[in-house]
């Protein structure tokens, strides 16, 4: 065989296992699972990050007042040096009776699946877990009747525009309606938050800051005939029986932030 012979030959193999390795690199990418962050994009991570948000808004119990945070979208952080991509935050707030925090995180991560590898803390202080679709969760104690949760996606590829990432729901109407009945003069800052329930459809807090309240947090408490979680200086909470919370955080002077949760 001459040198010229085997060179070909060398080359058609080289070029037929090339395409072999091609071939499957095109299945495995239709067909395989995602093996790292990367290779998701931020809109998958968005859904898991709103599903887990919701399963984590459902575990409060009656003694304790849930608040959803509006998703934050950060663009700009690096995939690669040469990627940019965008990060999902999700928190929500728990406001629980005196001094129950610690024994709240202690449910909250008892009553996530197993697939989460929930750890928490020997202290009882924090939590963390993972989420799936490579989410991470996190959780701590913020103070003796506060527990924060928090969710990221980490930095993901944006295949879409970011606006159109969140679902829109209409501004619910109690926030304002709370704070006029209090004495405020004006409402404003209105948001609106929202999660997906593990048994579907939205769990959503509504939010607004009435500005020069006449009257206390209780009053707003006694029109509702609601039950009483937490009365301290820096929030007020308390349940509309089942289905819906209210929690009151003054923010200075007669201002005060009125959340209100419909829950799962």
Known sequence: MTATRRRLLVFGG??????????LAVVSHRTDPPTVREQRDLAAGV????RALGLTVGQAGPRTVPVIMPVTINEGCRITPMRSGATATGVVRFFTAAGGAEDFLTVLGA???????????????????DAGEFVALRGK???????????????RPVNTAV????????????????????????VD???????????????????????????????????DGGDLVLDTTKAYAYRRGP?????????G?????AYVTKLC
Not at 112 to 129: F, W
Not at 141 to 155: D, M, R
Not at 189 to 196: P, Y
């Open 14 to 23: 080289l070029l037929a296992w090339a395409l072999v390795l091609g071939g």
């Open 189 to 223: 800052d209105e948001s609106i938050s929202f999660a997906q329930c593990p048994a579907g459809g939205p769990t959503v807090t509504a939010s607004a800051v009435g500005h020069g309240l006449t009257a206390g947090p209780a009053a707003a408490r006694a029109h």
């Open 243 to 251: 289905s819906e919370a209210v929690a009151l955080l003054p923010t």
């Open 253 to 257: 002077g007669h201002d005060t932030r």
């Open 47 to 50: 859904g898991a990050l709103d």
């Open 163 to 186: 606006a159109h990432l969140l679902p829109e729901y209409p501004q619910e109407a109690g926030p304002r309606d709370l704070l006029t009945a209090l004495g405020a003069s004006v």
């Open 111 to 129: 009553g996530y699946p197993a697939s989460y590898l929930v750890e928490v803390s020997t202290d009882r202080k924090a939590l963390r877990a």
């Open 141 to 155: 104690v913020i103070s003796p009747e506060e527990v924060q949760v928090t969710l990221t996606t980490g930095c």
